[in-house]
């Protein structure tokens, strides 16, 4: 899946020209938990024309520190892959957000639920 600036994204303080706005709801230092909703293809190719999220660990200066897609299939079973090109950038500035509104804030364990998901089964 190629990543482009979300469809509902404001403009950017650099297309603007303006300083961002004060909406941000984390501290920079602060690590956090959330999700988006995406639509479209999923990254595993057993999605199609479907919808999950993306969910994040990032700073609240919005670099990204771990991300995950999830889905449920038809059947009810719960999918997630990892998705390392995400990891090092920065939220807002990649996505052209000015602020968090779009993140729904999760719980450190949903997070970890998430992710324990992508990993390779060990038997």
Request: proline share 7%; aromatic share 14%; net charge negative.
């Amino acid at each position: 899946m190629i990543f482009s600036k979300h469809p509902h994204a404001t403009h950017t303080a650099e297309e603007t020209g303006k300083a961002p706005l004060a909406r941000r709801t984390h501290a920079p230092g602060v690590t956090w938990h959330c999700r988006e909703p995406w639509f479209g293809d999923s990254r595993d190719g057993q999605l199609i024309n479907g919808e999950g999220y993306h969910y994040f660990q990032m700073k609240g200066d919005g670099v990204i520190e771990k991300a995950v897609e999830w889905y449920e299939s038809d059947d009810g079973e719960e999918h997630s892959t990892e998705v390392p090109e995400l990891i090092g950038l920065n939220w807002y500035e990649f996505f052209g957000y000015d602020d968090d509104e779009i993140l729904e804030t999760v719980p450190p364990h949903e997070f970890s639920y998430i992710e324990q998901l992508s990993q390779p089964s060990k038997k």
